[in-house]
């Protein structure tokens, strides 16, 4: 009896135990389910990115140009046998033999055999290649004054007189001034053509021809008569009465030029005060004529004079500070 009651009591320990176990793992997996307002949460505090403050360089990196390995020659080896195409593609007759190569030598052509090719008068393009245009500098020319241009539009060889007036009347005129006008007639010489002339006529108390006739034009002339030009003051005499531009002009109108340049004050010294009838007379035979003032206004009686001068003979009046 004692040992059927304990076996009893063993099978109902462990059938108790076994029911609780069981009972355990089913509420541990089902009991958190049910509690559905529970949230699993945790709590990590963000780090803020730290900035790193880059200062700009104060000058320009120097870039480091960059080499590449040419130990290893980079080879195209192109071979074909089409027929020459319209688009200026020629084609090697036959197919090129590969050679193989085993050289270390750069200086040694490497490669297939050259074949002949024979061109058809195709022209040779290379398609998607734009050579630049480039674009011719520009000559630099010279400057030209208002003189030269007047000698310029000129038609056929002329023989051309340069007239300084020297006389007592322009004694005031500032140094600075007369090299202006000598400066710009000076460089009008360089100008003339081949079968252009000239001459220099200079007028105070005496007239003063710098050659006997007109001289032709070469290098070594218009260098020496520059040179005139550049000491014309040596030219001036101060004894004896004055010569004024009607008398000069009346001189020249003999040697017969077809461009007189008069450098003058336009003040007549031979007659009582300017007379425009005069001027007509005075013209004749002395070709266009270009007047140059200086240092005087427009409606100044000397520059009357030196305009009508110019409007009579078709010439030109220039006055050369304003």
Not at 249 to 262: F, G, N, R
Request: hydrophobic share 40%; charged share 20%.
């Amino acid at each position: 009896m004692k040992s059927k009651s304990s076996k009893s009591l063993l099978i109902s320990v462990l059938l108790h135990l076994s029911v609780g176990i069981l009972g355990f793992f089913f509420w541990f997996s089902t009991n958190p389910a049910r509690e559905a307002a529970g949230i699993n949460a945790m709590f990590i505090m963000e780090e803020k990115p730290k900035v790193r403050r880059v200062t700009p360089p104060k000058r320009a990196q120097v870039r480091h140009q960059k080499t590449r390995d040419v130990s290893q020659p980079q080879l195209k080896i192109l071979t074909s046998n089409q027929p020459v195409s319209n688009r200026g593609v020629v084609s090697a007759a036959e197919p090129a033999p590969f050679q193989p190569f085993d050289t270390n030598n750069l200086s040694e052509p490497i490669g297939p055999t050259a074949t002949a090719v024979e061109f058809d008068d195709v022209p040779r393009v290379q398609k998607g290649v734009e050579r630049p245009i480039k674009k011719q500098p520009k000559a630099k020319t010279r400057p030209k004054s208002r003189l030269v241009k007047f000698i310029e539009a000129q038609e056929g060889p002329q023989r051309i007189v340069y007239c300084v007036d020297l006389s007592n009347s322009m004694q005031n005129l500032p140094d600075y001034k007369l090299r202006k006008i000598v400066n710009l007639m000076r460089d009008s010489l360089t100008f003339l053509e081949p079968h252009d002339s000239f001459n220099i006529m200079t007028f105070s108390t005496e007239l003063v021809l710098y050659q006997t006739g007109f001289v032709p034009v070469t290098e070594e002339r218009v260098t020496a008569s520059a040179a005139y030009l550049a000491d014309i003051k040596s030219h001036i005499h101060t004894k004896g009465t004055d010569h004024d531009m009607l008398t000069a002009l009346t001189e020249i109108a003999k040697t017969a030029p077809t461009i007189v340049i008069l450098f003058s004050d336009g003040i007549p010294t031979t007659i009582a005060g300017p007379d425009l009838t005069l001027v007509g007379k005075h013209a004749t035979g002395n070709g266009r004529i270009f007047a140059m003032g200086i240092g005087m206004a427009p409606n100044f009686p000397g520059a009357v004079m030196l305009k009508q001068l110019a409007t009579v003979s078709e010439g030109d009046f220039w006055l050369v500070d304003r």
